[in-house]
């Protein structure tokens, strides 16, 4: 096609071609950055199938999600038989956590069944900063994610906070 579009000089008329945006190289390095990761996911799966306690999972989910996301810590928390609240299930310097589903921002996950992704959580209204000043820890950004049984009924939530390198991006979003 584009040798009947050109002039006697190789000049192409009559098509606009668009500029690409990114160049092989780069575009190459985006995937091999993404088979890197669905890799370190693969293993993470394997890791934790071996554990036959579900304590031991939970345990093995937490440390690979931090692992993967390059996060400093995270939580999850589990839904009440009555699911009303939310249970603090597994995370680092904490315990005895009860959350309203619908309150804050894993009861607002736990309701909606959507992804929030905070960069900043002091600036956020949902943020309760009592457990920081309780402990000294500072919370700066957090990914928190429902977490849905095969029917997809939220059965918990995945709290993932402060990333080393800044905010949580998309493709952080996308692996929770």
Do not use: W
């Amino acid at each position: 096609e584009a040798s009947n579009l050109a002039d006697e000089h190789g000049m192409i008329h009559g098509k606009v071609v668009a500029p690409v945006s990114t160049s092989s190289n780069e575009r190459i390095g985006q995937i091999e950055k993404r088979l890197a990761t669905m890799e370190r996911l693969i293993e993470a799966s394997r890791s934790i199938a071996d554990s036959l306690d579900p304590y031991d999972a939970t345990n093995t989910i937490v440390k690979e999600a931090c692992s993967i996301l390059g996060a400093d810590r995270a939580s999850i928390f589990t839904m009440s038989d009555d699911k009303a609240h939310l249970i603090l299930m597994i995370a680092e310097g904490a315990k005895n956590i009860t959350v309203p589903v619908g309150v804050g921002i894993a009861g607002g996950v736990a309701a909606s069944g959507d992804s929030v992704n905070i960069p900043d959580c002091y600036n956020d209204s949902r943020f309760d900063p009592s457990f920081d000043k309780k402990t000294g820890y500072k919370t700066n950004n957090m990914l928190c994610a429902p977490i849905g049984d095969s029917s997809g009924d939220i059965v918990g939530v995945l709290q993932i906070i402060n990333k080393a390198d800044g905010p949580f991006g998309p493709e952080d979003e996308e692996i929770c």
